[in-house]
């Protein structure tokens, strides 16, 4: 059986993800763009933590509010171009469950996080630096605030959601 790890994410309001969604499906090679776009918070934790899992992001989104957010540039990412995102609430988040989950975490997902939807990957260098250069040249910065957190399996390719709770705190 193959390892098929959760995924978290961080979940966009309908008009930004409409947006992405549409840089994505236009720039993203058809044939490896099996995904929606998304802001991965987590890209493999172990099947074993599942039982830990759905109830602390249970437990977190009833104690915070809507996480502020910008999204503020445009990333390079190699062989391919982001949108860059600052959210302090939702990098606080994303380190709480980091911290819970200490030890447990693969190489990726000790890195330091950098928020960002990703629009097109796997691409020449080339391609990816001209789409970087006709995104920056129209790009103005878009307020928006995550909506709650979503947990997935990854399948090979497309993710089964399992579950997405929105935040329900008070500001």
């Not at 008009?15 to 995904?35: K, T, Y």
């Not at 776009?37 to 602390?56: G, I, N, R, Y």
């Not at 509010?65 to 302090?88: F, V």
């Amino acid at each position: 059986m193959p390892f098929e790890p959760f995924i978290v994410t961080a979940e966009l309001p309908r008009d930004v993800f409409a947006w992405a969604d549409g840089l994505r499906r236009a720039h993203f090679p058809p044939e490896r763009n099996h995904l929606e776009a998304h802001v991965t918070l987590f890209h493999a934790l172990a099947p074993s933590l599942f039982e830990e899992l759905k109830p602390l992001l249970q437990r977190i989104v009833a104690e915070h509010p809507p996480q502020p957010a910008r999204i503020t540039g445009i990333m390079p990412l190699g062989k391919g171009t982001a949108l860059r995102i600052e959210s302090p609430g939702m990098t606080a988040i994303r380190e709480d469950i980091a911290e819970h989950f200490h030890g447990a975490l693969t190489a990726q997902d000790n890195h330091p996080l950098r928020l960002h939807i990703t629009i097109q990957n796997k691409v020449g260098v080339d391609k990816a630096k001209a789409l970087q250069a006709e995104l920056s040249a129209a790009f103005r910065s878009r307020d928006f605030a995550f909506r709650g957190l979503g947990l997935h399996i990854y399948r090979g390719g497309p993710w089964e959601a399992v579950g997405r709770w929105p935040f329900r705190g008070k500001a």
